[in-house]
């Protein structure tokens, strides 16, 4: 017999086996699919003056990785890759604080302007961003592309933010400012972490987006991974096109899922860390002042007893 749940009904065995067959199919087309890719790539290729090459998974297209001032080379484009990124997710953040409680003040002389200047960055092309502060500002080729990140990701991030400050109990708001905490230090070190760890699975998303832009570095001759791959293919020659290709995907793919894991650690030490002391009043209050319905929870000095 089948059980009811919340929003469904259990499937009866007639929809089991429906859904067991719709798998099966399902799977039998991604082999198929897959095998069709493996065939292609192994089929020779041939010019359209009737010159044949091997195909694409030939020992012969990989044999330069064998060459270790390749490996250098693809790592001194990963390492640039990497310093940019990491450089730009720090200022991407530390500017999308700065937008999001811009965007939130009380008084319109700031929230007005600010609004306008977000919503100037978060139109405009990174490309075009970055070759205009390399003609414009002079800065160089690795900050050129790390402020045109910043800028852009920044916005992005502050709205972000923004809309977790806003999701959040007023109540969060009330209980900073009736401990005597001002409105600033509230939003700082009340409102803002909670906002940061409900946000966080946006922000990670943004980060490895934020990583992959790095590859428009191009437009300004930084030689991060995808040019640095590119340069590699036009110097041993067309024949080893894809395989620097799949080895840039195979470096792209660990680096960004390395990011994502770390973003799933802090997700869990956030959530963590906020259970722990969710009733603690000691100092701020802990991030959300015990908060319960809005209502706070006051601990009695050490040595009285409560009545």
């Known amino acids: 017999m089948s059980q009811a749940t919340v929003l469904y009904d259990a499937p009866g065995p007639k929809a089991r086996t429906r859904s067991r067959i719709i798998s099966v199919l399902g799977v ?9 890719v493996v065939w292609r790539l192994i089929q020779p290729q041939v010019a ?7 195909g694409m998974l030939d020992p012969s297209r990989w044999d330069v990785l064998a060459y270790s001032e390749v490996w250098q080379y693809i790592g001194r484009g990963a390492w640039n890759t990497i ?13 999308g604080m700065l937008f999001a ?31 205009f502060i390399l003609l414009v500002a002079s800065t160089g080729a690795f900050w050129a592309v790390v402020i045109a990140l910043i800028i852009y990701n920044g916005a992005i991030v502050g709205e972000a933010l923004r809309a977790g400050i806003l999701a959040l109990n007023k109540g969060q708001r009330e209980a900073g400012l009736s401990i005597g905490l001002t409105p600033v230090r509230t939003r700082l070190l ?5 906002a940061f760890t409900q946000m ?7 980060m490895v987006v934020l990583l992959k832009d790095t590859s428009l570095g191009y437009i300004v001759a930084y030689s991060e991974l995808a040019k640095t791959v590119k340069d590699a293919s036009t110097f041993y020659g067309n024949r080893y096109l894809f395989t620097f ?21 802090m997700a869990r030490f956030a959530a963590a860390r906020g259970g722990r002391g969710a009733g603690a009043t000691k100092g701020l209050a802990g991030p959300a002042a ?15 007893s409560a009545r």
Not at 83 to 95: E, I, N, S, T
Not at 190 to 194: S, T, Y
Not at 245 to 265: C, E, K, M, Q
């Open 101 to 131: 409680f811009g965007r939130l003040a009380d008084s319109a002389l700031v929230r007005v302007p600010v609004a306008v200047i977000l919503e100037f960055f978060r139109g405009m092309p990174v490309l075009l961003m970055m070759l």
């Open 200 to 206: 966080l699975p946006i922000l990670v998303a943004q």
């Open 28 to 36: 039998l087309a991604l082999a198929a699919l897959l095998g069709w």
């Open 190 to 194: 009340i409102e803002f972490p909670q």
């Open 83 to 95: 310093r940019a990124a990491a450089v730009a997710m720090v200022g991407a953040m530390l500017l």
């Open 245 to 265: 290709w799949v080895v840039a995907v195979v470096i792209y793919l660990a680096i960004n899922l390395t990011v994502s894991w770390f973003g799933r650690r």
């Open 48 to 54: 359209v003056n009737g010159n044949e090459t091997p």
């Open 290 to 304: 015990a908060e319960a319905g809005g209502e706070i929870a006051i601990t009695p000095p050490p040595g009285s």
